[in-house]
């Protein structure tokens, strides 16, 4: 209850107040293609850039109240949080940097809510804001065809590959700088975070598919990759992965981030 109605409730205050800032100074110029969404307020006037500061500083001071959210409220006991409110503590940490214009952090708050909360009603809504993150860094086609697939499956169902709610083993082997390692580990976590739990030095940068700094090479396994906007068609045949962005379907999976 402490969450829901102090920091939550402040953060999701300051955020619509910076939506409603941008929504009352942003003007329309119809010479030109409008925007689905006012996101950002032109520049052209010296007052409108101090109004797009302000805008800008509510969007941070929601990110801020849902860090302390998260720091102050969270209860991850033996892996699993007991804290119901803490999904919508990521979405808010998620909705307020997609404002400021963070995409790739806020990409990150979403997929972590994906990640580690399947169970959430919000997880459609994370993945929609997922794909309107990639049509803002012009992964346009990718944005339409995995909204086409959320769309053609309605209601997600708990039976779903991402969202699982069984907890399933699988036996991950890893090869890192000329070291082969064995993990067992869960289902549900991503490859990267499979290896990073286990001590095992695994290449990574921003954690959320867009860098491509954790790719490895599947050689054995099936898995399943939740957002991709680096790897072609021809390179996930050739096995390549995200490890961000992979989580293993089959029992058995082996990474070589040697061989990429």
């Known amino acids: 209850m402490t ?10 205050n300051l955020l619509n107040q910076g939506k409603a800032e941008i929504n009352e100074n942003v003007f329309d110029n119809y010479w030109e293609i409008l925007p689905i969404e006012k996101t950002q307020i032109t520049e052209d006037k010296i007052n409108l850039k101090l109004k797009k500061e302000q805008s800008a500083s509510l969007f941070v001071q929601s990110e801020k109240k849902a860090v302390l959210a998260i720091q102050k409220h969270a209860m991850n006991i033996a892996g699993k949080e007991k ?3 803490m999904d919508e ?3 808010l940490l998620g909705e307020s ?18 990640f580690k909360y399947p169970t959430s009603e919000l997880v459609n809504k994370a993945k929609i804001w997922r794909e309107k993150i990639n049509a803002k860094q012009n992964y346009n086609q990718l944005a339409i065809e ?45 490859i990267l975070d499979s290896a990073l739990d286990n001590d095992i030095d695994a290449p990574y940068s921003c954690n959320g598919g867009v860098c491509g700094s954790c ?46």
């Open 89 to 91: 503590a990521y979405f």
């Open 3 to 12: 969450t829901k109605y102090n920091y939550l409730y402040n953060g999701n």
């Open 97 to 114: 940097r997609y404002y400021d214009q963070r995409f790739i952090p806020s990409l990150e708050a979403f997929n972590y809510i994906l």
């Open 215 to 260: 790719i490895g090479k599947l050689t054995k396994g099936e898995v399943k990759m939740l957002n991709n906007t680096v790897l072609s068609e021809s390179e996930i045949t050739d096995g390549l992965i995200l490890a961000c962005q992979a989580i293993a379907i089959s029992d058995e999976v082996d990474v070589d981030f040697d061989d990429v």
């Open 146 to 190: 995995n909204l086409k697939e959320i769309e053609s499956r309605g209601r997600l169902s708990n039976e779903e590959i991402v969202i699982s709610c069984e907890s399933e083993d699988v036996l991950i082997t890893f090869t890192v700088d000329d070291f082969t390692s064995k993990v067992k580990s869960n289902k549900k976590k991503t």
């Open 83 to 85: 804290n119901p409110q």
